[in-house]
């Protein structure tokens, strides 16, 4: 069990004695973040003695006497203030007045404490202290993994924007040297290439965007009853563009209109994503049939695409960040590694779940279930 | 340096190949790879090479140091040329430019990704040099 210290300074041995017994054995529960603290106390009987103890450990609690000689309980406070002692104290006071409470509260304390007090009430404050503590630790730690998430976020951007930028500037330099003579038409697929891998780069700029969007709960949504075929059938408009050139057809099956609470741009997202993998990693002329029905308190999307498919164990990984399935069919095939990141993350914010089944050579199809209401 | 062959192994198609056309517009032959996996490929067919220029960090993170051990091995003496993007901060920061750091890392020169092909170029005629 973690053990918090406790500084108890009073000029009357008394009132150090009292708080000594009655918190010995006393065991703080903070049972919403399932932690136990036992209470390890120390003494203190000036404001002097103190000072020293705390500059030396500073205490995790600190029970300081309001009215002492010598250094009092106030120009201690002002004292640690000074130094930047980060402790919870909580002023012990036989005179309840409002000037005392303004006074030590402008320093800083946590809590009072009317003198003459009953160990119950000692152990109630000693109670909300514990937990004022804990959660500010969990706050702490929580910040710096936020931090570490972040740098981590930043690196693997920075090294996915190498390749690219890299290629790039490896083709424009070629072209600067005339490596293949003085006609333009000879450098055609180096052009080409440069271009897919800056919309590459685009898209992961978009993508990134997306997330962070959606990780900082900044942006704003705008829940309203919409119709999902109605948004679909528009997402498929858009969809059927890209799939031109390599003549893939999308065909949606929704009888009736699917109403639900969402936000539409949110919606969109999770269609687009999906019906662009379905039309990217899609043999050609192949087909991408895409599913929307009401049914059991949920929204049911679904987009079945006719293309290369991948094995059991990519589809385990597929939604996490930055995951690219590598081989011979996809290398040619540009993408940020966030599509279905995104449309996961969004999945979760309507409380459902995105899930994928594949056959190699046959086809993929994706289903977001998104429940209604939540 | 020219007819010279030069295998590179690198799992981006683009760097692969432009390097391999600024290359072969310089007079080698060139040999190209995408991967780890084809690079073990051409290794095992026997085809010739005077000099291998490898990506580190391809399928796994340390292809590059797996393909030059093998290169070691199968064609001892052929100088090998390493590529890498690894930074510092990944702590994963080696060199060979001393005896003894090349008595590990397989390779007689670790150069930066990305790099510059005139770069490339002059640590290549050094080696063949």
């Known amino acids: 069990m973690d053990s918090l210290r406790v500084l108890v300074v009073d000029d009357e041995p008394g009132i150090r004695m009292a708080v000594e017994r009655a918190l010995r054995a006393f065991v703080v529960k903070v049972p919403d973040f399932g932690k136990e603290f036992g209470l390890a106390i120390e003494q203190a009987a000036s404001g002097e003695d103190a000072l020293e103890t705390i500059r030396k450990a500073p205490p995790d609690i600190l029970l300081l006497d309001y009215k002492m000689p010598g250094i009092s309980g106030l120009d201690l406070m002002d004292r640690l203030n000074t130094d930047g002692v980060d402790v919870v104290t909580i002023v012990i006071t036989a005179y309840a007045s409002l000037e005392t409470a303004v006074a030590a509260t402008k320093r800083g304390a946590f809590d009072f404490l009317a003198k003459p007090f009953a160990p119950d009430e000692l152990k109630s404050v000693m109670f909300k202290a514990a937990k004022h503590i804990v959660v500010q630790r969990e706050a702490k730690r929580l910040a710096e993994e936020r931090k570490h998430v972040r740098f981590e976020l930043l690196s693997v951007v920075a090294h996915e924007m190498k390749a690219p930028t890299a290629a790039i500037e490896n083709y424009l330099r070629m072209m600067q040297d005339r490596v293949l003579g003085e006609d333009v038409t000879a450098y055609d697929h180096p052009i080409a290439r440069a271009i897919i891998r800056l919309e590459g780069m685009r898209k992961l700029v978009n993508d990134l965007l997306d997330i962070t969007r959606i ?25 059927r563009e890209l799939g031109l050139a390599r003549n893939i057809t999308i065909d949606l099956t929704a009888g009736a209109p699917v109403p639900m609470k969402a936000d539409r741009g949110e919606i969109e997202l999770i269609l687009n994503n999906l019906l662009s993998n379905a039309v990217k990693y899609n043999r050609d002329a192949g087909r991408v049939d895409v599913g929307v029905q009401a049914g059991d308190g949920a929204v049911v999307l679904t987009i079945a695409d006719t293309g290369i498919g991948m094995a059991p164990a990519d589809c385990a990984r597929l939604f996490g960040e930055f995951v690219r399935i590598k081989n011979d069919k996809t290398r040619l095939i540009e993408g940020s590694g966030l599509g279905l990141s995104i449309v996961q993350r969004l999945a979760h914010l309507y409380g459902g779940e995105a899930t994928v089944a594949s056959t190699p050579d046959v086809g993929t199809t994706f289903t977001v279930t998104l429940p209604i209401g939540a | 340096m020219a007819g010279k062959t030069i295998l590179m192994v690198d799992d981006d198609v683009d760097f692969l190949e432009a390097t391999a056309l600024r290359l072969r ?42 393909l030059g051990h093998h290169v070691r091995r199968k064609r001892p003496g052929t100088p090998v040329l390493l590529v890498t993007g690894v930074t510092g901060e990944t702590g994963l920061e080696f060199d060979a430019a001393t005896a003894e750091e090349r008595r590990w890392v397989p390779a007689d020169a670790v150069l930066p990704k990305p790099i510059r092909y005139d770069q490339l170029k002059a640590e290549i005629d050094r080696l063949l040099g």
Do not use: H, W
């Open chain 2, 25 to 66: 517009a310089d007079g080698f032959d060139v040999l190209t790879a995408e991967g780890q996996v084809k690079g073990e490929e051409v290794l095992s067919a026997g085809t010739p090479f005077d000099l291998a220029v490898l990506d580190l960090m391809m399928e796994n993170p340390d292809s590059g140091f797996v």
């Open chain 1, 215 to 239: 990780e900082s709960g900044r942006k704003t949504r705008t829940v309203v009853d919409l119709d999902v075929r109605e948004v679909a059938t528009a997402c498929i408009v858009n969809a």
